[in-house]
C-alpha cells in the first residue's frame, strides 16, 4: 500500500473530527431562522465502508499488467476502497452522491507513481491503450474536476501524485523553490519552513489540497493579497505530456509569445500531469498579527477594504464579511468556559448595547479581520496606517483577541457542511471576483437571485457574503447558501446554484474566483470568456489530446446536462 495521506471516503477531511453546536448557545436558534429546522444532536461518527455499493472494476488483465509493470503491483490498486476515494472531488453534491451510493463512474484503477519517469509511462500508455488518465492531487475539488464522464466506456485510471511531495531544491538567492507536484499544503510548509522559508499559499483547503492540484485549478489563498494567487506564485512547471515532457524554466518575467505557464494553470488535468513547480518563496516573517474590526454597514466596511487596497499598506489579507455572515461568525461563539470568557462575553454584551445606544443598528453591523506582518516595527506601522482608514468609516476596532481566534478556527468550517448535511441541510458555496465598481450590484443581484430559487422551491433559505483577495482592480466575493434538501436534491442544488452562477455573469462578475471550472461551472464558459474563446480552448483541447484520454468534459464540453438546461430555463 502506498504511504498517501487521504480524506475520509464519505465527507471532508479527517475521521474523527467534527463541528459540535452543543457548546455554542446561539448557533440553533440561527439554524432555526436560517432554514427552519430544529437541530438534532450528532449521530454520524463515521460511515462503514461495507454500506458502499461500488460498480466492479472494469479493467482488463492485459492493461492491469500494463500499469502494474510501469509502477508496480503495490502501487496500482484497484479495491473498491481505493476506487471511491478517488472517484469524485469534495462538493455538497460529491459527498450526497457519495453517502447515498450514486456513483456515477468509479476509476477503474488508481496508480501512484513514484517518479516524473513513471508518469510519462503512464501518459504514454493511456494513449497506446487508449485509457482515460484523471490526475488526483488532495481530491478537494469543489467544482467536480475529478469525476470521469458518466457514460465514460473507456478504462478509467486515476493517477494519484501523493508519492511525489517534496520540496528538491531551494534557490536561496532568488527565493524559488522546486517542489513535487503531489505534495499535500502541510507537508510542503513543514519543509520550507525548516529552512526558514513559506510560500504563503493558504485555501482554506491548505490540509487537504496539493500544490499540483493547486496549479491545476488556479487556486487562491487567503492570504493572496500579500503572496499572490497561485499563477503569480508559480514562475515555471514540468508537465508531462505524450512523447515528452514541457520544461518551462523559473523565470521571473518573460516576453516569449503567448504565456504557456498560464497555459497549463487552470488546465484541470486537460494537457497533461503536472509533476513539478517552480514557485516563488518567502522567508518566514518575524511578526503576524490579525485584528478584527466591526463596521457600522457593508458599504462603509466595502470602501474600508478598497482604501486598505489603494494605500499600499501591504496588509497580508483583508476581508470583511457581510451582516448575515457577522451575524452567523457570532452565533458560532462558543459558551464562555472561564471566569476571564465570561467577563469578555458580558464586556462584548456591554459594546453591543454601547453601539446600538450610538445609533448602530447591531443586525448591519460587519465584522472584518486584516493580518498584518513583517518585522515588529512594520507590523505596527501598517497597523496605525489602518487604524486612520478603518477610523474614516466608522468601524470599531475590536483588536487581536478575535482575530487571533479566527486565525486559529480558519481550517475548521468545512466540517460544518458535514454535521449540516446529516441534518438534511446543504450547505455550500461559490464565488466570483469583479471590478471594486461592480461589487454592491453584485453582492445585491447574487442575494435576489438566490432568493427567487428558494421561493421557486417553497424554501426557507439562508445566503451569506464575506469580501476576500483584493486587487488593484476588484475584489473576490464569496457567497455561502444554505436549506434544507429533500429527495429532489440534484434539482434543487442545481437551481439555487445556476441561479447564483447566472447572477454573477450577468452583473458583470468572473464566474469563478478560485474554485476552478470542472464540471460544474463548464456551462457559463461561452458567457465568461465568449464563444470565440471557447473555440479556441476547444481547438488547444483537440490538438493536445485528439484521443480525449486527458481528463475529457472538464473546462468546457462538459456533459452535465441538468446545469446546462436550467441555466437555459429549460427545466422547472
Ligand atoms: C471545503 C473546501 C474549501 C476550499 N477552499 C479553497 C480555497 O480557499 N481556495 C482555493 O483555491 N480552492 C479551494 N477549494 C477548492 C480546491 O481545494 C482547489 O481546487 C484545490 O486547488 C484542489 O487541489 P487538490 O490537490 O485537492 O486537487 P484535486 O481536487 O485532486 O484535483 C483538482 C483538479 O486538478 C487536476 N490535478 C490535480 N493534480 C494535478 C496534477 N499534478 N497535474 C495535472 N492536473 C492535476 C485534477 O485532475 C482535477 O481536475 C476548496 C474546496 C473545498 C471542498
Known amino acids: 500500500m502506498p504511504n498517501v495521506k487521504h480524506q475520509k471516503w464519505w465527507g471532508w477531511g479527517e475521521e474523527n473530527v467534527f463541528f459540535t453546536y452543543e457548546n455554542k448557545p446561539a448557533f440553533a436558534p440561527i439554524v432555526k431562522r436560517a432554514v427552519g429546522i430544529d437541530l438534532r444532536p450528532r449521530e454520524r461518527d463515521t460511515v462503514d465502508f461495507g454500506t458502499a455499493q461500488v460498480p466492479a472494476s472494469r479493467i482488463t488483465d492485459a492493461q492491469l499488467a500494463a500499469l502494474q509493470g510501469i509502477s508496480g503491483a503495490e502501487n496500482t490498486l484497484t479495491d473498491d476502497h481505493d476506487r471511491v476515494i478517488h472517484w469524485a472531488g469534495k462538493s455538497v453534491t460529491d459527498i450526497i452522491k457519495t453517502l447515498q451510493n450514486r456513483f456515477d463512474r468509479v476509476p477503474d484503477v488508481v496508480v501512484y507513481p513514484g517518479s516524473e519517469d513513471e508518469v510519462q509511462a503512464l501518459v504514454d ?26 457514460e465514460e466506456t473507456r478504462t478509467v485510471v486515476s493517477v494519484d501524485l501523493g508519492r511525489l511531495n517534496q520540496v528538491l531544491e531551494i534557490d536561496e538567492t532568488s527565493g524559488l523553490a522546486r517542489i513535487q507536484a503531489g505534495v499535500l499544503g502541510p507537508d510542503m510548509e513543514e519543509q520550507l519552513n525548516a529552512r526558514g522559508w513559506t510560500l504563503g499559499h493558504f485555501p482554506d483547503s491548505f490540509n487537504h489540497s496539493t500544490l499540483g492540484g493547486w496549479a491545476a485549478t488556479r487556486s487562491s489563498g487567503m492570504q493572496s493579497d500579500k503572496y ?8 515555471g512547471m514540468n508537465v508531462v505530456r505524450p512523447g515528452g515532457i514541457v ?68 496588509t497580508t489579507f483583508a476581508r470583511i464579511s457581510d451582516a448575515r455572515e457577522t451575524e452567523f461568525s457570532l452565533a458560532t461563539q462558543k459558551a464562555p468556559t472561564s471566569l476571564k470568557k465570561t467577563v469578555s462575553a458580558k464586556g462584548q454584551d456591554a459594546l453591543w448595547a454601547l453601539m446600538r445606544k450610538r445609533g448602530w443598528d447591531t443586525d448591519a453591523m460587519c465584522i472584518a479581520y486584516v493580518c498584518f506582518e513583517g518585522t515588529k516595527q512594520d507590523v505596527l506601522r501598517k497597523k496605525r496606517r489602518v487604524s486612520g482608514i478603518v477610523h474614516k468609516q ?106 447564483i452562477q447566472q447572477a454573477f455573469i450577468d452583473s458583470g462578475g468572473t464566474l469563478s474566483h478560485h474554485h476552478g471550472v470542472g464540471a460544474e461551472h463548464s456551462p457559463w464558459m461561452e458567457q465568461d470568456v465568449s464563444e470565440g474563446g471557447v473555440q479556441l480552448l476547444r481547438g488547444l483541447f483537440q490538438i493536445a489530446d485528439p484521443g480525449e484520454n486527458f481528463n475529457p468534459g472538464k473546462v468546457i464540453d462538459s456533459p452535465d446536462t441538468l446545469h446546462k438546461a436550467l441555466r437555459n430555463g429549460e427545466a422547472g
Open 228 to 235: 499572490g494567487d497561485i499563477a503569480e506564485i508559480i514562475r
Open 247 to 314: 520544461r518551462l524554466r523559473p523565470l521571473p518575467s518573460t516576453s516569449t509569445g503567448p504565456s504557456l505557464r498560464e497555459m497549463f494553470i487552470g488546465s484541470e488535468g486537460r494537457l497533461g500531469i503536472i509533476t513539478e513547480v517552480w514557485v516563488q518563496i518567502h522567508r518566514q516573517t518575524e511578526a503576524r498579527e490579525v485584528i478584527a474590526y466591526m463596521f457600522p454597514t457593508w458599504q462603509q466596511g466595502l470602501t474600508a477594504m478598497r482604501h486598505i487596497h489603494e494605500s499600499e499598506v501591504h
Open 125 to 150: 500508455a493511456a494513449v497506446e491503450l487508449d485509457l482515460v488518465l484523471i490526475p488526483f492531487g488532495g481530491g478537494s475539488s469543489i467544482s467536480r474536476s475529478l469525476q470521469a464522464r458518466p
Open 394 to 499: 466608522g468601524a470599531l476596532i475590536l483588536g487581536s483577541g478575535p482575530g487571533a481566534l479566527y486565525d486559529q478556527k480558519k481550517f475548521d468550517t468545512p466540517y460544518l457542511r458535514d454535521f449540516l448535511l446529516e441534518q438534511g441541510v446543504i450547505g455550500d458555496v461559490s464565488e466570483t471576483a469583479a471590478p471594486w465598481a461592480k461589487l454592491t450590484t453584485v453582492h445585491k443581484n447574487v442575494y435576489d437571485a438566490a432568493q427567487s430559487a428558494f421561493d421557486e422551491l417553497g424554501k426557507t433559505g439562508w445566503i451569506m457574503s464575506h469580501m476576500s483577495h483584493s486587487y488593484h482592480s476588484g475584489a473576490c466575493l464569496y457567497f455561502t447558501f444554505a436549506f434544507e434538501y429533500s429527495d429532489d436534491v440534484d434539482h434543487e442544488y442545481a437551481l439555487v446554484k445556476t441561479r
